[in-house]
């Protein structure tokens, strides 16, 4: 069985984690422990949970993790929806994040179906 670290979306969502953490160094400073938290959270659940499915000992769990990943990224996208409404980021600065998080999701519904259809 393939580590979580060989995992392409777990590696992804590593790369996601760095540019959103970037991401949040232009937030203004009344929202460095509201929404930047909030963002953090999310961001950070979507490889842990990758990892902590993958660690489990059965594909009827990954699965339930890989779920919860999923679920992460779409809240992340609209929190990054968000900032960019209240203009403490801009389209192009979110460009990349928008690119990793549609990617991710995809991967991951792909994975979601795959192993639902061997189980």
Known sequence: MQSFKELIVWQKAIQLVEE???LLNYLPNN???????????????????????RGRNSEREFI??????????????????????????????LVTAYELCDEICRILNVMIKKLKANG
Do not use: F, H, M
Request: proline share 2%; net charge neutral; hydrophobic share 35%.
């Open 20 to 22: 959103v953490y970037k």
């Open 31 to 53: 929202e460095r422990y509201a929404l930047s938290d909030q963002i953090r959270r999310s961001v950070v659940s979507i490889p842990s949970n990758i990892a902590e499915g």
């Open 64 to 93: 339930y993790y890989l779920n919860i990943a999923n679920g992460s990224a779409y809240e992340l996208q609209t929190q990054l929806i968000i900032c960019q409404r209240l203009g403490y980021l801009k389209e192009e600065q």
